[in-house]
């Protein structure tokens, strides 16, 4: 059973970049025709898909967000990782790492979830 788990900092100032990790046990991120996804839900909103980055490294982004959202990966320890530039508030959210043999939807597994708050 592939089990995710995120990592990274609780809290971000404003004008900062934050960084998390998805550490995936129990599977390859490099298994075929596989997808793994960040997700995040800011208080009182919808899910809210960020990007995915595939079975070869190739990465799709939200077009909302892919200007300061970079996504990418690290074979050899299994990880992913998310990269958001010049938070803002706005960005104060739940994030989430999933995987699925969809590129958007259909997730298999999911982290449990990490807050971030971005604040001075």
């Known amino acids: 059973q592939v089990q995710l788990q995120e990592s990274g900092p609780g809290l971000v100032k404003p004008s900062q970049t934050l960084s998390l990790t998805c550490t995936v046990s129990g599977g390859s991120i490099t298994t075929s025709y596989y997808y793994w996804s960040w997700i995040r839900q800011p208080p009182g909103k919808d899910l809210e898909w960020m990007g995915v980055i595939d079975y070869d490294g190739i990465t799709y982004y939200n077009p909302a967000l892919m200007s300061h959202t970079s996504i990418s990966r690290n074979t050899g320890a299994n990880q992913f990782s998310l990269q958001l530039d010049s938070v803002t508030p706005e960005d104060t959210a739940v994030y989430y790492c999933?995987?699925?043999?969809?590129?958007?939807?259909?997730?298999?597994?999911w982290g449990q979830g990490t807050q971030v708050t971005v604040s001075s």
């Open positions: 999933a995987g699925g043999d969809s590129r958007v939807g259909n997730y298999n597994s």
